[in-house]
């Protein structure tokens, strides 16, 4: 069996790992005889479930292990892959300590939207480039990984705990500020969803756009010389690169050729095609929000947040700190420590400014506040909720914003 054989059964059983986590809460207004054995026998089934996705997840990193030849976590898809499994490792090690089924019904989907969007990176096993031949790699990536899975959780009990206690039928200017926070965060997980059907959709229906770049390439020997570079593209291109050569474009809607250029000062041979990721991320994001309003005929905080009347605000204000508590000395050791010592040794200077890098010291310093805030000035329930879902935004964009908007020494890792 291949390696993504794993995945898929992994992917399938989360599924359905959160769907018993789904009947488990909101199965108890049909279980009236005893709504509290309900919610436990199924988060029994569903958590059970989620070990065996698990169990899929780690067959797929092992066996892409055996035919990579090295630990899988030196591109976005196998990054993100090992991410999304951390996630799930993380929310099953926090549910053994609290037994919340409800963060099932929040967690578990963030695994499962990471595994989604891993997979529109390529696949292909690629040999180790020279600065990531080292043992390091294992050590760094695979600590602030887990960091960041605890970081999700977090999330995940921070936008409940918002969900919850928000007033969506008020009309003050306060609590209308809070339910728009609530709303671009949702909006934010159903952009990537988007973003992950479109890739998903296109390359069914064999989609296939090709731009060339000339490149100045420097050789081992000093001299410069110009390259053609070809940039694939599989969403349309509204954007091609700067001064990019069409080489072949399947007809969208029409359109035979991209209407826009990318800007000159986004630099790089993906710049454009960068820049059409975001684009299109935001266009799917907006279009597949809208049908789900259409739906919902409310805004979707307000649809979702009578399906939570029933949970405990002070055990997920507690799960949500708890969990970023766990990850922050674990992100510390693996995004900082780890990196920098790595950085020494591949680049000669622990720190150098890298994009990446400065975003991993921001993550830092941001959760450092929260935990500071949390003991010292009492900022407990709401306030740090929203301290916990805006840190996860911040941890996304180091993760995903930089490498498709800012170029680095991180770059390699294919966005």
Same mark, same amino acid.
């Given at each position: 069996?291949?390696?993504?054989?794993f995945?898929?059964?992994?992917?399938?059983?989360?599924?359905?790992?959160?769907?018993?986590?789904?009947?488990?809460?909101?199965?108890?207004?049909?279980?009236?005889?005893?709504?509290?054995?309900?919610?436990?026998?199924?988060?029994?089934y569903?958590?059970g479930?989620?070990?065996?996705?698990?169990?899929?997840?780690?067959?797929?990193?092992f066996?892409?292990?055996?035919?990579?030849?090295?630990?899988?976590?030196?591109?976005?898809?196998?990054?993100?892959?090992?991410?999304?499994?951390?996630?799930?490792?993380?929310?099953?090690?926090?549910?053994?300590?609290?037994? &919340?089924?409800?963060?099932?019904?929040?967690?578990?989907?963030?695994g499962?939207?990471i595994?989604?969007?891993?997979s529109?990176?390529p696949?292909?096993v690629?040999?180790?480039?020279p600065?990531?031949?080292?043992y390091?790699?294992?050590?760094?990536?695979?600590?602030a990984?887990?960091?960041?899975a605890f970081?999700?959780?977090?999330f995940?009990?921070?936008l409940?705990?918002?969900?919850?206690?928000?007033?969506?039928d008020?009309?003050?200017?306060?609590?209308?500020?809070?339910?728009?926070?609530?709303?671009?965060?949702?909006?934010?997980?159903?952009?990537i969803?988007?973003?992950?059907?479109s890739?998903?959709?296109?390359?069914?229906s064999?989609y296939?756009?090709r731009? &060339?770049n000339d490149?100045?390439?420097?050789g081992?020997?000093?001299?410069?010389?110009?390259?053609?570079q070809?940039?694939?593209?599989?969403l349309?291109?509204?954007?091609?690169?700067?001064?990019?050569?069409?080489?072949?474009?399947?007809?969208?809607?029409?359109?035979?050729?991209?209407?826009?250029?990318?800007?000159?000062?986004?630099?790089?041979?993906?710049?454009g095609?960068?820049?059409?990721?975001?684009?299109?991320?935001i266009a799917?994001?907006?279009?597949?929000?809208?049908?789900?309003?259409?739906? &919902?005929?409310?805004?979707?905080?307000?649809?979702?947040s009578?399906?939570?009347?029933?949970?405990?605000?002070e055990?997920?204000?507690?799960?949500?700190?708890?969990?970023?508590?766990?990850?922050?000395?674990?992100?510390?050791?693996?995004a900082?420590?780890?990196?920098?010592?790595?950085?020494?040794?591949?680049?000669?200077?622990?720190?150098?400014?890298?994009?990446?890098?400065?975003?991993a010291?921001?993550?830092?310093?941001?959760?450092?506040?929260y935990?500071?805030?949390?003991?010292?000035?009492?900022?407990?329930g709401?306030?740090?909720?929203?301290?916990?879902?805006?840190?996860?935004?911040?941890?996304?964009?180091?993760?995903?914003?930089?490498?498709?908007?800012i170029?680095?020494?991180?770059?390699?890792?294919?966005?």
């Amino acid at each position: 069996m291949t390696s993504s054989s794993f995945l898929l059964i992994g992917f399938i059983v989360y599924n359905l790992a959160f769907l018993m986590f789904v009947i488990a809460i909101l199965g108890r207004k049909w279980a009236q005889d005893n709504p509290i054995e309900h919610t436990r026998k199924w988060g029994n089934y569903a958590i059970g479930a989620t070990i065996i996705g698990l169990a899929g997840h780690a067959g797929f990193f092992f066996t892409r292990w055996y035919e990579a030849g090295h630990i899988p976590t030196s591109n976005m898809y196998e990054f993100m892959t090992f991410l999304g499994m951390m996630i799930i490792v993380a929310f099953i090690v926090v549910y053994f300590i609290y037994r &919340a089924p409800v963060l099932g019904v929040f967690a578990v989907p963030i695994g499962i939207i990471i595994i989604g969007y891993a997979s529109v990176f390529p696949k292909d096993v690629q040999p180790l480039i020279p600065a990531l031949q080292s043992y390091w790699l294992k050590i760094h990536v695979t600590t602030a990984a887990f960091g960041e899975a605890f970081f999700a959780v977090g999330f995940a009990a921070g936008l409940m705990y918002l969900l919850r206690c928000v007033n969506f039928d008020s009309k003050e200017k306060g609590d209308r500020k809070e339910q728009r926070g609530v709303e671009v965060t949702i909006f934010s997980l159903v952009m990537i969803i988007a973003f992950v059907i479109s890739i998903f959709g296109f390359n069914a229906s064999g989609y296939h756009a090709r731009f &060339a770049n000339d490149v100045l390439y420097t050789g081992k020997d000093g001299v410069e010389q110009t390259i053609k570079q070809n940039v694939d593209y599989v969403l349309p291109p509204i954007f091609k690169p700067f001064e990019g050569e069409q080489v072949e474009m399947k007809p969208f809607l029409g359109m035979t050729e991209a209407p826009f250029e990318a800007p000159s000062w986004m630099k790089g041979s993906n710049a454009g095609r960068k820049l059409n990721t975001v684009v299109w991320s935001i266009a799917g994001g907006l279009i597949l929000y809208g049908l789900l309003r259409l739906i &919902a005929r409310k805004p979707l905080g307000a649809a979702i947040s009578p399906l939570l009347k029933g949970i405990d605000l002070e055990d997920i204000d507690e799960i949500s700190y708890r969990a970023i508590a766990i990850g922050y000395p674990i992100f510390t050791l693996g995004a900082l420590i780890f990196a920098m010592i790595w950085a020494a040794e591949a680049w000669g200077r622990f720190w150098g400014w890298d994009p990446k890098e400065v975003w991993a010291l921001i993550v830092f310093l941001y959760y450092a506040a929260y935990l500071h805030l949390r003991f010292s000035k009492g900022w407990q329930g709401k306030r740090s909720a929203w301290l916990a879902v805006i840190g996860f935004m911040v941890v996304m964009f180091t993760l995903v914003g930089v490498n498709l908007v800012i170029a680095g020494l991180h770059s390699y890792s294919g966005a």
